[in-house]
């Protein structure tokens, strides 16, 4: 039904930025919150960044700073530029949105992408 398809993942010395995109497609009528979740080895997958409907942002202390999360509705995608890496930033992001799928059904569900790799190192 619905498909989220993140991209902008790779190799990068620290210090340096990469920009993320996630594109949902699919039947999709509205898409609410929208965030960016990331997983390092041996570690839980944690939340990076949410986004709303209207824009309001809420960032994890750890990226506060120097990542960004946006997003283009007319586009259904959402980003997440981030600048001034570190090592410890190195991890599979996901990018998670919540979907409104059924003009009768008042109801949104959520859906999970399949991650990009970031690895950050010298």
């Known amino acids: 039904q619905v498909q989220l398809v993140e991209s902008g993942g790779g190799l990068v010395q620290p210090g340096g930025s990469l920009r993320l995109s996630c594109a949902a497609s699919?039947?999709?009528?509205?898409?609410?919150?929208m965030a960016w979740y990331r997983q390092a080895p041996g570690q839980e997958r944690d939340l990076v960044a949410t986004?709303?409907?209207?824009?309001?942002?809420n960032y994890a202390d750890s990226v506060k700073g120097r990542f960004t999360i946006s997003r283009d509705n007319a586009k259904n995608t959402v980003y997440l530029q981030m600048n001034s890496l570190k090592p410890e930033d190195t991890a599979v992001y996901y990018c998670?949105?919540?979907?409104?799928?059924?003009?009768?059904?008042?109801?949104?569900?959520?859906?999970w992408g399949q991650g990009t790799q970031v690895t950050v190192s010298s």
């Open positions: 998670n949105a919540d979907v409104r799928t059924s003009t009768w059904v008042l109801r949104s569900v959520n859906y």
């Open positions: 986004i709303t409907s209207l824009s309001s942002t």
């Open positions: 699919g039947s999709i009528l509205r898409i609410g919150a």
